[in-house]
């Protein structure tokens, strides 16, 4: 059995790390060891995020259905995903995906959409994609994250720059650029996100591209 030892360095910031490797590579009693490890070394009472992760980690492995019911509602509502939406939006992910498996497709839609929007916010790619591939086998129409990829590091600060409400003038004062070189920017930025004026920049970096559709998943 797995524990935390006494006195002995440990990592329990890689807690949900260490748990969704496991799960993600079919080792699921492993997975489950150190989730249990954590809630008896009272983890949870360490830090709010540990008290997140942890919940997490009970949640995502337990087999009871109920108890993953009720864990997974706990770790959700816990107040400390406000300061650690990265690990909240995992937790969204894996609750939605538990959902899924449970032919609770309508229920897995709202969930796994709110770790999609944040992975997105966060610039967390690879994890944005994961979670719209589960939208996508929930029967929610998907559209690609391509416009916002689309555009070059530079085009990117420009455009939260200009999203932020700064002139051109502005802008270029604080990337040392010339307004012509920002407005030039702006030009090809406006059609790569599929808007056409400045004030739907913010709402064009802001959200992930899911659009409702037909529910295929025979669930819910």
Not at 190 to 201: D, V
Not at 204 to 219: C, M
């Amino acid at each position: 059995m797995f524990t935390f030892e006494p006195f002995v360095c440990q990592a329990p910031r890689t807690l949900l790390d260490l748990v969704q490797a496991a799960l993600f590579t079919g080792r699921w009693e492993q997975a489950r060891r150190h989730a249990l490890a954590a809630r008896d070394a009272h983890t949870a009472e360490v830090s709010p995020r540990l008290a997140l992760v942890t919940l997490g980690s009970l949640a995502m492995t337990t087999k009871d259905m109920d108890e993953a019911r009720i864990l997974f509602a706990q770790a959700l509502a816990h107040p400390a995903g406000r300061d650690f939406p990265f690990e909240h939006a995992r937790i969204h992910l894996a609750n939605g995906m538990w959902l899924r498996r449970k032919r609770d497709a309508k229920e897995a839609r709202g969930t796994l959409t709110c770790a999609a929007e944040t992975f997105q916010r966060l610039g967390a790619r690879t994890w944005a994609e994961r979670a719209r591939r589960e939208l996508r086998a929930t029967g929610v129409r998907v559209r690609p994250a391509a416009p916002l990829a689309a555009l070059t590091p530079q085009e990117r600060q420009i455009a939260e720059l200009a999203a932020s409400g700064l002139s051109n003038k502005e802008i270029a004062k604080q990337l040392f650029l010339s307004q012509r070189t920002v407005g030039s920017h702006l030009y090809h930025i406006f059609p790569k996100l599929g808007i056409n004026s400045r004030a739907a920049l913010r709402d064009a970096l802001n959200r992930t591209e899911i659009a409702p559709g037909t529910d295929h998943s025979g669930g819910g």
